[in-house]
């Protein structure tokens, strides 16, 4: 979502006009789509002669597994894209004859005065990006900050590593171990899927080690970001197996930050790139390359150096993460393929079709012919996933190989699927009754974030008014309900349901469910519940368009969708009929056996080395 607005001038008076309302979805799809093929084109600008992919490596790896997931995560490419197409499209409908920028920050100073100039329209007021000095001092600030704090937590007086053995070493971030959790079960993510491995495997055979900082985004702070406890005893910071002196070469990348910087400003392809539709963006590019330089790839190259050092210490016959597409994940992977250990990675949340990191060219997962030490994209040796709808994105999309690929489905859906059957009529009639104040009371859940529907969440409001339902809100577990005090402020037919309530009684007794982004959506059409998504297009448009849910980009129609999903008995059956055959399709059918098929896929790994089974 951008923010700004222009002050334009057609010829009738000034009036304003908010660039956000400019951006229908048909065009932040475009925007975001445009912003992921820029920066995977990253990969062939010629960088001292060489491609960036081929330019910058550690260990002999490409550095680029890094670097396209810096750019992505900062989501400042797409903000550029959604900015000139936004303004682009006040240009085509208002044909304003002068403007200038009221409010927006630098990304609108910066493109609006150039789209004017092209269309020959006067451009009054500030100009241009302005300057980046104060900017790039903190990115610096900041890269010193988390490395001082690394070497730091080496410093601190710490017992010697533990003497292990394991046949499987499970990388998990510690900001979502449970503090007081002593098994597998403490993981938010992975939980069942490491519980069901230690009952498979002998006493000993897992160890758990943690990675990355000890709280999550929300609540990190840039200082603390590597200074660690040991934890909950189960759980074995990485770097008690990983002291200063393994982390020599990341000190020596380090070392070199600002000549890496160098050589990227320098580059007259990266320049050129940074002309977008016209627009010269490269103030805001060189930003980001610095970033690049700075941040990123002296935090990789560490994360590689500490994953080494485990895997040197432990050897294992196989390593287990979940966030096998994430930096950590890839260092991991690209450091346990140089060790000759089989790696693992575990689904444990939606793909989503623009997410980047599961998105790969061609020539991205094979060899660089003028690097032979860079083998390809560090794929996991398996990936175990919730069904065929995962395999088909990843096949196509991504181009890995069918081999490395396994369905195995979902734990958590499992444990949802498991939880709603055991759900009396009474126990539905007092989920009804504490949201509607009756038993027989009628409602619909939105379960979404905040942030993605604040734009139609009035519209929703009023058409659930008008239908004489209540809307429940359940919040998003990184929000709280204060978020939605304006929603709920808009009728006594709101009401605010906080994260931590059970999922399953909700969906159950509800209507529908509604929604923007969140894969919820999906779990409802397991359990049988109708879902409306909101917002389109999203990353569940390919869901509506299959015919399994109903949807709409218009605001304005929301009401008529929800009276339809509501109320119209042959809707609801054609909904029905779609969802079970894609369910089918898919193998998206929940029975109980996801993490315990993990768990033997994974032995078996470990049993055959780096064989897969399809």
Same mark, same amino acid.
């Given at each position: 979502?951008?923010?700004?607005?222009?002050?334009?001038?057609?010829?009738?008076?000034?009036?304003?006009?908010?660039?956000?309302?400019?951006?229908?979805?048909?065009?932040? #799809?475009?925007?975001?789509?445009?912003?992921? *093929?820029?920066?995977?084109?990253?990969?062939?600008?010629?960088?001292?002669?060489?491609?960036?992919?081929?330019?910058?490596?550690?260990?002999?790896? =490409?550095?680029?597994?890094?670097?396209?997931?810096?750019?992505?995560?900062?989501?400042?490419?797409?903000?550029?894209?959604?900015?000139?197409?936004?303004? !682009?499209?006040?240009?085509?409908? @208002?044909?304003?004859?002068?403007?200038?920028?009221?409010?927006?920050?630098?990304?609108?100073?910066?493109?609006?005065?150039?789209?004017?100039?092209?269309?020959?329209?006067?451009?009054?007021?500030?100009?241009?990006?302005?300057?980046?000095?104060?900017?790039?001092?903190?990115?610096?600030?900041?890269?010193?900050?988390?490395?001082?704090?690394?070497?730091?937590?080496?410093?601190?007086?710490? &017992?010697?590593?533990? !003497?292990?053995?394991?046949?499987?070493?499970?990388?998990?971030?510690?900001?979502?171990?449970?503090?007081?959790?002593?098994?597998?079960?403490? #993981?938010?993510?992975?939980?069942?899927?490491?519980?069901?491995? @230690?009952?498979?495997?002998?006493?000993?055979?897992?160890?758990?080690?943690?990675?990355?900082?000890?709280?999550?985004?929300?609540?990190?702070?840039?200082?603390?970001?590597?200074?660690?406890?040991?934890?909950?005893?189960?759980?074995?910071?990485?770097?008690?197996?990983?002291?200063?002196?393994?982390?020599?070469? =990341?000190?020596?990348?380090?070392? #070199?930050?600002?000549?890496?910087?160098?050589?990227?400003?320098?580059?007259?392809? +990266?320049?050129?790139?940074?002309?977008?539709?016209?627009?010269?963006?490269?103030?805001?590019?060189? %930003?980001? +390359?610095?970033?690049?330089?700075?941040?990123?790839?002296?935090?990789?190259?560490?994360?590689?150096?500490?994953?080494?050092?485990?895997?040197?210490?432990? /050897?294992?016959?196989?390593?287990?993460?979940?966030? %096998?597409?994430?930096?950590?994940?890839?260092?991991?992977?690209?450091?346990?393929?140089?060790?000759?250990?089989?790696?693992?990675?575990?689904?444990?949340?939606?793909?989503?079709?623009?997410?980047?990191?599961?998105?790969? !060219?061609?020539?991205?997962?094979?060899?660089?012919?003028?690097?032979?030490?860079?083998?390809?994209?560090?794929?996991?040796?398996?990936?175990? +996933?919730?069904?065929?709808?995962?395999?088909?994105?990843? *096949?196509?999309?991504?181009?890995?190989?069918?081999?490395?690929?396994?369905?195995?489905?979902?734990?958590?859906?499992?444990?949802?699927?498991?939880?709603?059957?055991?759900?009396?009529? !009474?126990?539905?009639? /007092?989920?009804?009754?504490?949201?509607?104040? $009756?038993?027989?009371?009628?409602?619909?859940?939105?379960? $979404?974030?905040?942030?993605?529907?604040?734009?139609?969440?009035?519209?929703?409001?009023?058409?659930?008014?008008?239908?004489?339902?209540?809307?429940?809100?359940?919040?998003?577990?990184? %929000? *709280?309900?204060?978020?939605?005090? =304006?929603?709920? @402020?808009?009728?006594?037919?709101?009401?605010?349901?906080?994260?931590?309530?059970?999922?399953?009684?909700?969906?159950?007794?509800?209507?529908?469910?509604? *929604?923007?982004?969140?894969?919820?959506?999906?779990?409802?059409?397991?359990?049988?519940?109708?879902?409306?998504?909101?917002?389109?297009?999203?990353? +569940?448009?390919?869901?509506?368009?299959?015919?399994?849910? &109903?949807?709409? &980009?218009?605001?304005?129609?929301?009401?008529?969708?929800?009276?339809?999903?509501?109320?119209?008995?042959?809707?609801?059956?054609?909904?029905?009929?779609?969802?079970?055959?894609?369910?089918?399709?898919?193998?998206?059918?929940?029975?109980?056996?996801?993490?315990?098929?993990?768990?033997?896929?994974?032995?078996?790994?470990? #049993?055959?080395? =780096?064989?897969?089974?399809?």
């Amino acid at each position: 979502m951008i923010s700004g607005t222009l002050v334009i001038d057609s010829g009738t008076g000034r009036r304003r006009a908010s660039l956000a309302d400019y951006l229908p979805p048909e065009l932040e #799809e475009t925007a975001v789509t445009a912003a992921n *093929t820029w920066i995977k084109e990253l990969r062939h600008a010629v960088v001292d002669g060489q491609p960036m992919r081929r330019r910058f490596t550690y260990r002999g790896d =490409s550095l680029w597994w890094f670097t396209e997931l810096y750019l992505h995560k900062t989501q400042v490419i797409e903000d550029l894209f959604r900015t000139i197409l936004a303004v !682009e499209e006040v240009m085509a409908r @208002e044909h304003p004859l002068e403007i200038h920028v009221e409010t927006g920050g630098r990304l609108a100073r910066g493109i609006a005065p150039q789209v004017a100039a092209a269309r020959g329209i006067r451009y009054r007021g500030t100009r241009g990006f302005g300057p980046s000095w104060s900017r790039l001092a903190r990115l610096d600030a900041r890269a010193r900050g988390l490395h001082v704090a690394a070497l730091a937590s080496r410093l601190t007086r710490r &017992a010697a590593p533990p !003497e292990l053995r394991p046949v499987v070493a499970a990388f998990v971030h510690r900001a979502f171990w449970k503090t007081d959790g002593s098994d597998g079960s403490a #993981e938010s993510y992975i939980g069942p899927v490491l519980v069901a491995l @230690e009952q498979i495997l002998p006493h000993g055979a897992l160890a758990y080690l943690g990675v990355g900082p000890t709280e999550n985004f929300a609540a990190r702070r840039w200082w603390r970001a590597r200074i660690v406890s040991s934890g909950p005893r189960a759980l074995v910071p990485i770097e008690r197996f990983a002291p200063l002196g393994s982390l020599d070469g =990341s000190r020596r990348l380090w070392r #070199e930050r600002y000549r890496l910087r160098r050589a990227l400003w320098g580059s007259t392809d +990266l320049r050129q790139r940074a002309i977008i539709r016209g627009c010269d963006c490269w103030a805001v590019i060189r %930003e980001e +390359l610095a970033g690049v330089a700075l941040l990123q790839w002296p935090w990789s190259a560490r994360a590689m150096d500490e994953a080494a050092a485990a895997l040197d210490a432990l /050897r294992p016959k196989a390593a287990l993460t979940y966030a %096998e597409a994430g930096g950590w994940g890839r260092a991991l992977v690209l450091e346990a393929r140089r060790a000759g250990v089989p790696s693992i990675g575990l689904q444990h949340g939606f793909i989503y079709r623009h997410w980047l990191n599961y998105r790969h !060219e061609r020539d991205e997962v094979q060899p660089d012919p003028g690097h032979p030490a860079d083998v390809g994209f560090p794929a996991p040796t398996l990936t175990l +996933l919730f069904d065929d709808y995962a395999v088909d994105h990843l *096949t196509r999309a991504g181009h890995f190989p069918r081999s490395s690929l396994a369905v195995t489905g979902s734990a958590r859906l499992d444990g949802l699927a498991a939880a709603a059957r055991t759900l009396s009529d !009474e126990d539905l009639a /007092r989920a009804r009754a504490a949201v509607t104040g $009756t038993a027989d009371g009628r409602f619909v859940l939105l379960v $979404t974030k905040y942030r993605q529907a604040r734009s139609v969440l009035p519209a929703l409001v009023e058409a659930t008014r008008a239908a004489g339902v209540t809307l429940a809100i359940k919040t998003h577990p990184a %929000e *709280t309900p204060a978020v939605y005090a =304006s929603a709920a @402020e808009g009728g006594d037919h709101v009401v605010v349901i906080p994260s931590a309530d059970p999922l399953a009684p909700l969906l159950r007794a509800a209507g529908a469910l509604v *929604t923007v982004n969140s894969t919820v959506a999906l779990d409802a059409a397991v359990l049988g519940v109708p879902a409306l998504v909101i917002g389109l297009p999203n990353n +569940l448009s390919p869901f509506v368009e299959a015919g399994i849910m &109903a949807g709409t &980009a218009d605001p304005e129609a929301i009401g008529t969708e929800l009276r339809r999903i509501l109320y119209d008995q042959g809707f609801l059956d054609q909904l029905g009929s779609a969802r079970g055959a894609f369910l089918d399709r898919f193998g998206m059918r929940p029975d109980g056996r996801a993490a315990e098929r993990a768990a033997e896929m994974v032995v078996r790994l470990t #049993e055959n080395g =780096s064989r897969c089974a399809s």
